[in-house]
């Protein structure tokens, strides 16, 4: 069965302390990873998008990387706007006919 | 860039209603979708549909329906609302299949009393 498993469930910062969220997933066959951003009472904001192992996309302080099992969203030097819960998703080949498959996501708090 | 509508940002209805939620695109995308989140449920597929008139059932569609009678255009109804069916109602849409990049809307905050 596809998965997607996100750790960890909450992370709390101080402001320009470096970290990673990590987004570890099982499927038949990658076909994308996605990462989104939803702010409380909003829906997701699309990020990147990852397609083959080895490939990093960045934006701003987020910088996002694919192996064949897992993916980080490294976040650099952060500030209070970063607080956010950051969803990860994966597009499988085959099954599902290739709709997303969500993680349940990680509530990054931090704090000035 | 991409606008996905939703009509409604909170609703509240009583037991036995019909609930409808309507979305909106402006992009046209060839699908739409919709999900409900929950605490510590996450992101939950109920419908998608990847063509006018055209419909898919997700993972949870039990005593749900869905409409769409023009592309930009997806509609969630709810024929009898129950408690349990209190969520975050969220639309997304989504240019192809191949690479399904999905694009939401703000979400409805639904509570059934």
């Known amino acids: 069965e596809d998965q997607v498993t996100q750790s960890p469930e909450a992370l709390r910062l101080q402001e320009g302390e470096s970290s990673s969220l990590n987004c570890s997933y099982t499927v038949s066959g990658l076909r994308g990873l996605f990462w989104y951003r939803q702010d409380p009472g909003k829906g997701p904001e699309f990020l990147f998008t990852?397609?083959?192992a080895g490939e990093e996309k960045e934006k701003e302080r987020l910088k996002a990387t694919l192996t064949k099992k897992e993916s980080f969203l490294h976040i650099t030097a952060p500030k209070p706007e970063d607080s956010a819960t950051y969803l990860c998703?994966?597009?499988?080949?085959?099954?599902?006919?290739?709709?997303?498959?969500f993680g349940k996501g990680t509530k990054l708090s931090v704090k000035p | 860039d991409v606008k996905v509508t939703q009509s409604s940002r909170y609703l509240v209805k009583r037991t036995g209603e019909k609930v409808f939620l309507e979305c909106v695109q402006d992009m046209d995308h060839e699908n739409m979708f919709w999900y409900r989140q929950d605490p510590g449920l996450g992101l939950r597929l109920i419908y998608f549909?990847?063509?006018?008139?055209?419909?898919e059932k997700g993972d949870i569609p039990e005593g749900y329906s869905v409409s769409r009678e023009k592309k930009e255009r997806f509609s969630l109804i709810l024929e009898s609302a129950s408690t349990n069916q209190t969520s975050m109602y969220l639309c997304?849409?989504?240019?192809?299949?191949?690479?399904?990049?999905?694009?939401f809307g703000a979400g409805t905050r639904l509570s059934v009393l």
């Open positions: 998703a994966v597009q499988a080949y085959g099954g599902s006919q290739g709709n997303l498959i």
């Open positions: 997304a849409s989504s240019l192809e299949s191949i690479k399904n990049i999905q694009y």
């Open positions: 549909s990847y063509d006018v008139k055209m419909k």
């Open positions: 990852l397609y083959s």
